[in-house]
C-alpha cells in the first residue's frame, strides 16, 4: 500500500503520486529547483478518481490527457515549451490587437478602417488605443457605407497600402459583396496580375447569445464560392493572433472570421513574433476513433462532447480545420486514412455551408478510405430566432455531437 | 481625340468581322472629356473608368497595341487576355480600371485617393500629390457608391475629382427619367465640394475646368463634382440597336462633334493648317493599323495560363493531399489541375 514516495531530490520527473502518501509538503515542492527543466508552464490535471498530478513535462501528458474545462488550453506544445520566456496570457481579442499592433509598427503602410474602429476602439474593443497610438488616419473612422468602404479599403491596396478592413458583424458585409466579390476576389486576375490586393476583412460573426437573425449570420458559406480570396477562422487567442498576422503579411485577399462568443477566451500565448499559416488545420486533440472537423465555436462545442466521449471509451481526433478555403486536405487526409469515419460539426447553414463542401472535398478525395458515410453537423436552415431555447435548437449543442460520433462508431 | 476615334471606330469594325466578343462599349462622342482631363495628369496619377474605357486607357498611356490585343483576347493584351474589354488595367500608366458594375469603380478611385492623402501625411512623402480620377455616367449618379464616395471623399478632403460624363442614357434609361433631380453637379455642395458643369464636347473648355479641378485637388484642397455634358454617337454597346434615340437629338450632338470643332477652332486660329491636320489623321490610321497587326500576330493565351494570377500567392490554393501546396504540382503551371 505504501508506495513509492519519490521526494525532493529524487531526478526524473514525477508521475502520479499515491494518495495516501499526498499531503501538502508535496504541493510546496518546486520542481524549477531540483530538475533542470526548462521554465515551462507547469498544468495542475485534476483526475477523476482524485489524485493529482504534478505535472512538469506538458509532452509526457498526451497519453491520459483529461480536460478540465469546456475550453481547450493550448495542447501543442511546439511552441509553449520550446520557448524560453514564460508567455503572457491575455485574451482573445486582446490577441487579436497585439498581432494588428505588431503588425502596424512593423510596417507602415498596414492600416484599419471601418466603423467606430478609432474612437471607440472598435465594437468589440479589438481595435482599442490604436487611434491614439497611431493616428487618426492609420485607425479610420468611416462613415456606414460598407460597399463604399471596402471598395475605398480594395482602391488603398490596389495602390500600396495594407489595410484590414473591418465589418462591425461579419454580417454588415453583406453589404460589401459586390465589392468583395468582384473586386476583391477578382482584380488580381482580370489585370493580369498586375495589381495584387493585400487587404484583410475581418469582423465578429456567428450565432451570439440571442442577437437575433441578422446578427446572427455566418457568411463564410456565402464567400466561399469567391475565387480569389482565401477565408481563415480563428478560434483560440493563440491561433487568432497567428492567423491576424499572416493574413497581414499575406499577399492574398483573406477574410479572417471570428466568432461574437469567443472574444473573451483567455489563454497564455508566446511572447516572441510567431505566425499561424493560412493554409493549414490544426490538430487538437489526436486520437483514433473518428475524425470531428469544426471550426470557430463549434471547436469547444466539440471538446465539452468530448469529454463526454472519452468517459464512454471513445477516441475522438479533433481538427480544426481554420482555413475554411483552401481545406488542408493533407492534415485532413491523413486524419481520415488514420480513423475512416469523419464527424464534421459546423455552425453555418446545412445548405451550402463549408461543412457541405468539406463532405464533398472528402468523399472526392478520401473516398476508399472512409468506412462510413460522412455525418455533417450544421445548423438549422432556419433565420437564428431570438427566443433562447429556440436558438439552442438551431445550433449543433455537443449532446448531438455525442450521438453523431456514437452513430458513426457502430 | 482622333486617336479615340479612329481605334473605337476600328473596334466596330473587328468586331464585326468576329474579331472581338462580349461587350464592348465605344465611346464615340465623349473623346473631350477624356482627353481634357487625362491629358492634364502625370504618370504616377491614377485613372478609374467604368466599362467605357478603351480610351481612357489610350489617354493614359497605354499603348494602343496592348489594348487592341487585350480586346482580342490574346496573351499580349495589357491584362494578358484576362480582362477584355471592360477591364483594362495598367499599372505602368496607374490605370485601375475598368469595371463592369456601375458604381463600383468609384469607391476604389477613392481608395487611391485615400493612398495619396496617406502616404503624404502618414508615411511622410511631403511631395506626393497625386491626384485621382473617377469617371463614370449619368446612370451611375443614382448609385449608393457615388454618394457615399462623395460624402467620404470630402469629408477626408481627398485629392480626387468626380468626373460624370452625362451622355443622358444609360442603355435606354434616359436620364430625365431616371432621376428626381436631373442636375448632377448641384449635388456636390450638397456635401460640401464644389459642383461644376461644362460642355463636354468641347475639349477647350473641359480643359479649363480640369485643370481647376485637379489643381484643387494637388493643393490638397479636396474632390470637386465636374458634370461633363457630352453625347455617345453610338448605342451603348455593338449589341445596342439604338433605337430609343430621337434623331433629331443625335443630329444635334453630331454637329457638336469634338474633333470637328476642335480642327475648325484650330484652324480658324491659325494654330494649324489643314496639311498637319490631315498628317495627324495619316499618323493615326497607321496607329490603329498596326495595332490591329500586333494584334492579329498576338499568340491566344496557352492553357498554362488558366490558373496563373488567381493569387497573388499562389500558396492561397491551399495544401494537397499529399502534403505539398498545390500550386507545386506541374498541373498547376500546366493549367489542367482542378482547383
Redesign the interface.
Known amino acids: 500500500m505504501a508506495a513509492i514516495f519519490q521526494g525532493v531530490g529524487a531526478a526524473p520527473a514525477l508521475s502520479s503520486l499515491p494518495s495516501n502518501s499526498f499531503d501538502s509538503k508535496n504541493i510546496l515542492f518546486s520542481p524549477r529547483r531540483s530538475f533542470s527543466v526548462r521554465k515551462a508552464p507547469s498544468f495542475v490535471v485534476v483526475r477523476s478518481d482524485g489524485t493529482m498530478n504534478l505535472d512538469l513535462n506538458p509532452k509526457g501528458r498526451r497519453a491520459q490527457q483529461f480536460i478540465a474545462n469546456a475550453v481547450a488550453t493550448k495542447e501543442d506544445s511546439s511552441a509553449a515549451s520550446s520557448s524560453s520566456k514564460p508567455g503572457h496570457e491575455l485574451l482573445l481579442f486582446e490577441a487579436l490587437r497585439e498581432g494588428l499592433e505588431e503588425e502596424m509598427e512593423r510596417d507602415?503602410?498596414v492600416?484599419v478602417m471601418g466603423e467606430d474602429v478609432g474612437h471607440y476602439g472598435g465594437s468589440y474593443k479589438v481595435t482599442k488605443g490604436l487611434a491614439t497610438k497611431f493616428?487618426d488616419?492609420?485607425v479610420l473612422d468611416?462613415?456606414i457605407?460598407e460597399?463604399?468602404?471596402?471598395?475605398?479599403?480594395?482602391?488603398?491596396?490596389?495602390?500600396?497600402?495594407r489595410p484590414v478592413v473591418e465589418g462591425m458583424n461579419m454580417g454588415f458585409l453583406l453589404l460589401a459583396f459586390?465589392?468583395i466579390s468582384?473586386?476583391c476576389g477578382m482584380?488580381?486576375?482580370?489585370?493580369?496580375?498586375?495589381?495584387?490586393?493585400?487587404i484583410v476583412i475581418r469582423g465578429p460573426g456567428g450565432v451570439g447569445r440571442q442577437l437575433g437573425a441578422e446578427h446572427s449570420q455566418r457568411l463564410e458559406s456565402y464567400f466561399q464560392s469567391v475565387?480569389?480570396i482565401?477565408m481563415v477562422a480563428c478560434s483560440t487567442p493563440y491561433n487568432a493572433k497567428g492567423l491576424m498576422k499572416a493574413a497581414l503579411r499575406?499577399?492574398?485577399p483573406v477574410i479572417l472570421f471570428e466568432h461574437v462568443l469567443l472574444y473573451n477566451l483567455k489563454e497564455r500565448i508566446p511572447d516572441e513574433d510567431y505566425i499561424c499559416n493560412?493554409?493549414?488545420a490544426e490538430m487538437v486533440r489526436p486520437g483514433e476513433h473518428v475524425t470531428i472537423l469544426t471550426y470557430s465555436r463549434m471547436r469547444y462545442h466539440v471538446m465539452q462532447a468530448a469529454k463526454t466521449l472519452v468517459n464512454k471509451g471513445y477516441d475522438p481526433e479533433v481538427i480544426d480545420i481554420r482555413?475554411l478555403?483552401?481545406?488542408?486536405?493533407?492534415?485532413i487526409?491523413n486524419s481520415v486514412k488514420k480513423t475512416h469515419r469523419v464527424l464534421i460539426v459546423e455552425e453555418c447553414m446545412r445548405t451550402g455551408g463549408i461543412g457541405a463542401s468539406l463532405t464533398a472535398a472528402i468523399t472526392e478525395?478520401?473516398h476508399d478510405y472512409l468506412d462510413a458515410p460522412i455525418i455533417c453537423l450544421s445548423s438549422q436552415d432556419v433565420p437564428t430566432p431570438y427566443a433562447g431555447r429556440l436558438e439552442e435548437w438551431t445550433v449543433v449543442q455537443p449532446a448531438q455531437i455525442v450521438t453523431a460520433v456514437e452513430q458513426l462508431c457502430q | 481625340m482622333i486617336l479615340g476615334r479612329a481605334f473605337e471606330d476600328m473596334c466596330a469594325q473587328m468586331y464585326y468581322r468576329g474579331k472581338m466578343f462580349g461587350f464592348v462599349h465605344l465611346y464615340n462622342g465623349q473623346e473631350a472629356v477624356s482627353t481634357g482631363f487625362i491629358k492634364l495628369l502625370k504618370q504616377q496619377d491614377s485613372v478609374v473608368s467604368t466599362y467605357r474605357d478603351h480610351v481612357h486607357a489610350l489617354s493614359k498611356g497605354v499603348p494602343a497595341r496592348a489594348v487592341m490585343s487585350e480586346l482580342f483576347g490574346k496573351t499580349t493584351g495589357c491584362c494578358r487576355g484576362q480582362g477584355g474589354s471592360m477591364h483594362m488595367f495598367s499599372r505602368e500608366h496607374n490605370l485601375l480600371g475598368g469595371f463592369a458594375f456601375i458604381g463600383e469603380g468609384i469607391p476604389v478611385a477613392t481608395g487611391a485617393a485615400f493612398t495619396s492623402k496617406y502616404k503624404r501625411e502618414v508615411l511622410k512623402e511631403a511631395d506626393c500629390d497625386h491626384v485621382t480620377l473617377a469617371f463614370f455616367g449619368d446612370g451611375t449618379c443614382n448609385n449608393g457608391q457615388f454618394f457615399e464616395c462623395l460624402n467620404m471623399a470630402a469629408l477626408w478632403k481627398l485629392p480626387i475629382v468626380f468626373v460624370v460624363e452625362n451622355n443622358l442614357w444609360a442603355i435606354g434609361m434616359s436620364h430625365l427619367r431616371a432621376t428626381s433631380d436631373p442636375q448632377i453637379y448641384k449635388k456636390g455642395p450638397a456635401f460640401g465640394m464644389p459642383g461644376i458643369h461644362v460642355d463636354g464636347m468641347d475639349v477647350l473648355k473641359v480643359r479649363e475646368v480640369a485643370k481647376d479641378a485637379i489643381g484643387r485637388a494637388r493643393r490638397g484642397e479636396g474632390p470637386t463634382l465636374v458634370e461633363c455634358e457630352t453625347y455617345r454617337f453610338r448605342g451603348h454597346s455593338l449589341a445596342d440597336p439604338d433605337e430609343l434615340r430621337d434623331p433629331a437629338e443625335k443630329a444635334h450632338y453630331a454637329a457638336r462633334d469634338p474633333i470637328t470643332a476642335l480642327k475648325k477652332y484650330l484652324i480658324e486660329n491659325s494654330l494649324a493648317s489643314e496639311a498637319d491636320l490631315k498628317a495627324i489623321d495619316k499618323k493615326i490610321d497607321e496607329v490603329v493599323e498596326d495595332a490591329v497587326e500586333f494584334a492579329d500576330e498576338s499568340p491566344v493565351p496557352s492553357q498554362s495560363q488558366l490558373l496563373e494570377n488567381v493569387f497573388a500567392d499562389p500558396k492561397g490554393f491551399g495544401i494537397g493531399p499529399d502534403g505539398r501546396y498545390r500550386c507545386e504540382d506541374p498541373k498547376f503551371t500546366e493549367g489542367t489541375a482542378h482547383v
Do not use: V, W
Open positions: 507602415p503602410r492600416c493616428g488616419l492609420r468611416t462613415p457605407a460597399n463604399s468602404f471596402t471598395g475605398m479599403g480594395i482602391g488603398a491596396a490596389m495602390t500600396g497600402l459586390n465589392q468582384n473586386n482584380l488580381h486576375y482580370t489585370s493580369g496580375g498586375q495589381f495584387t490586393i493585400p475565387p480569389g482565401q499575406s499577399e492574398n493560412l493554409e493549414e482555413s478555403k483552401p481545406f488542408d486536405l493533407y492534415t487526409g478525395n478520401f
